[in-house]
Each structure stands twice: as structure tokens, then as C-alpha cells.
């Protein structure tokens, strides 16, 4: 069973969701570049923690979270009803593919997406459907994105290094408006191999080269990453937490 999980400003209760609160949605929450977006949409949203993440870190706009697992779906309504952003969060128990016919648009887009594209599901349909594409596969994802961003709005994502490699090759084949703008390796420790990505998509308002990013088939042979962003992000060091992830997740966390 998943457990409840309390930041600083919010608490996210998990009810009967699949998934607990993770590291990986925390760093995407707190990475995502939504400081300037008016209107923010959270796909697969869980819990609501990215929802509410974001409404913590732009006290102006609008956020729209999107659901399709019941029981996740009801955790996420009551955890933003909670939240002391409560009237900026609205919650829709609904799929993407039929969300996306409103044909509402966004300056940003959040998601931790389903991954694990291929083996055994799990037996519990609500882990399958959190972890497994097998309700949104990442091709469907990226079409998505284009149909709902605003021209110049972003997209982020957080996925594991593999997964998030070969979300950046399908990318590269689609030939979709959208251009790889930051990817971050995630490490637990320095000695440690990367594994987890974070990347951030932006649209054009017509298809571009092939972003800089891509021209060689490891993204992380490039040296050159968006003004201000890291290349690398390392979580532990041999005092404890890295003071990049403190200086990242320091509104959050606690402890920090």
C-alpha cells in the first residue's frame, strides 16, 4: 500500500492509489520550468503531487490534472481540495486521448509517464496503469503535447535513462514540432551510473532541425545544455544530500 507522504506547505494522502510519492516525481516537480506558464496541465497525474508542486511554485496560473485509474483519480480531487491552492487545481476524471479533444491549449505541460514498455505487468491493474504504457504508450504522449501546447510552451518529463533514451530516439523519428531544450542525468551517488532522465520539450510553430541535443544517438556526449540548467544531477554526497538537490528541493522536502 502506498504511504502518505507531507512537504513543507502540503500533504498528499494516497488513499487506495497504485504508487507512492517518489523521488522521481519530486525532482520533476520541482525542476519543471512553469515559473512564467498561465496555464499548466498535469497528465497521469496520481496523487496530484506535481499538480499541487506547481501551484506551490507559481501562484498565478492554472492547473488541469488528468486522471484515468479511479482510485488515483480520487486521491488527486481530494489532495488538491486540501491543498492551500485548492481554487487553481481542477482535477478531471477522464482519459488524454479524450481530454484532448476540448482542444484546450497550455504554456506548459508536466508528466511522469508510464514506463516499462514491454515485459510482465503487474498483477494490480493500478500499479500496471501507473508503471506500465500500457494506457498512453510515449508515442501517443508526444502527439498529445503537440496538440496541447501553446506555440513556445514546454513539456517535461521524468523517465529512467533508458526509457528516456529511447523517448528521445521516437521523438527524433516522429519529426514532430516539438525540440528537445534540457536533459538532466539523475545519479544517486557520483560513483554511480545515471538512472533517471529529466527532459524538457519545447514547440515550435513549424518542424525544425533535429535539435542539437539528438545529432549524436547518447545525448549526454553533448556538452552544451540550456543556460542555468545542469547537466548532471547528483543526490547524494559523502555528507548526506548534494546541495544542487537540496537547492532544488529545498521548498519541499522537510527536512531542508
Known amino acids: 500500500m502506498a504511504k502518505d507522504f507531507t512537504f513543507k506547505k502540503f500533504h498528499i494522502n ?4 497504485g504508487m507512492p510519492v517518489s523521488t522521481d516525481a519530486i525532482l520533476l516537480g520541482a525542476w519543471a520550468a512553469i ?7 498535469d497528465i497521469g497525474c496520481g496523487t496530484g503531487v506535481l499538480a499541487i508542486m506547481c501551484a506551490q511554485r507559481n501562484l498565478k496560473a492554472n492547473i488541469d490534472a488528468v486522471e484515468i485509474e479511479q482510485n488515483a483519480f480520487n486521491a488527486a480531487q481530494q489532495n488538491c ?3 492551500p491552492w485548492s481554487n487553481r487545481l481542477n482535477v478531471h476524471h477522464i482519459g488524454i486521448e479524450v481530454f484532448v479533444k476540448k482542444k484546450l491549449t497550455f504554456d506548459a505541460i508536466i508528466c511522469n509517464p508510464p514506463y516499462f514498455n514491454s515485459g510482465e505487468t503487474s498483477n494490480n491493474l493500478q500499479r500496471a496503469i501507473a508503471r506500465h504504457s500500457i494506457a498512453l504508450t510515449h508515442q501517443n ?27 528521445i530516439n521516437l521523438l527524433l523519428q516522429l519529426n514532430l514540432p516539438l525540440q528537445l531544450t534540457r536533459v538532466i542525468d539523475v545519479k544517486t551517488t557520483v560513483n554511480k551510473v545515471a538512472n533517471r532522465v529529466l527532459i524538457e520539450l519545447t514547440k515550435h510553430s513549424e518542424y525544425t532541425e533535429k535539435s542539437e541535443y539528438t545529432e549524436k544517438s547518447e545525448y549526454t556526449e553533448k556538452s552544451e545544455y540550456a543556460e542555468n540548467s545542469y547537466q548532471q544531477l547528483i543526490i547524494h554526497d ?14 519541499f522536502y522537510l527536512k531542508m
Open 141 to 167: 504522449l508526444l502527439h498529445y503535447c503537440v496538440q496541447l501546447l501553446n506555440v513556445k510552451g514546454n513539456a517535461s518529463f521524468v523517465l529512467p535513462k533508458v526509457e528516456g533514451q529511447a523517448f
Open 35 to 41: 515559473e512564467k506558464s498561465q496555464s499548466i496541465l
Open 238 to 251: 559523502g555528507e548526506g544530500y548534494s546541495q544542487d538537490f537540496i537547492a532544488l528541493t529545498k521548498d
Open 14 to 17: 494516497a488513499f487506495q492509489c
Open 81 to 83: 481540495t486540501n491543498s
